[in-house]
Nanobody, 114 residues
Framework: QVQLVESGGGLVQPGGSLRLSCAAS????????MAWYRQAPGNQRELVAR???????NYADSVKGRFTISIDNTGTVVSLQMNSLKPEDTAVYYC????????WGRGTQVTVSS
């Protein structure tokens, strides 16, 4: 089993920044990659960014150049630095861990509004 706990969400004005973190515990060696997904009301959950334990990232087109995903050298904390935030980035952000199964955190709310 793997447990994922997100932190760092909140309310920010358009153009502002937030940093999300996801702490993994348990059988972390069963996870090959971790990712941030988001889900806005009425929408499906969508991929924001994904990173392998070796550090290779990929991003949704909508966040390229604004968001940066990183993983610490222990492989247990994945962060998402979000800059130049837009109202359309408003969503619940979920941390996911991918291995022989998918693990999800409970999510953290990000609201971009003036």
């Amino acid at each position: 089993q793997v447990q994922l706990v997100e932190s760092g969400g909140g309310l920010v004005q358009p153009g502002g920044s937030l940093r999300l973190s996801c702490a993994a515990s348990g059988n972390i060696f069963s996870i090959g990659s971790m990712a941030w997904y988001r889900q806005a009301p009425g929408n499906q959950r969508e991929l924001v960014a994904r990173i392998t334990r070796g550090g290779a990232p990929n991003y949704a087109d909508s966040v390229k150049g604004r968001f940066t995903i990183s993983i610490d050298n222990t492989g247990t904390v994945v962060s998402l630095q979000m800059n130049s935030l837009k109202p359309e980035d408003t969503a619940v952000y979920y941390c996911g861990g991918f291995g022989n199964r998918v693990y999800w955190g409970r999510g953290t709310q990000v609201t971009v509004s003036s």
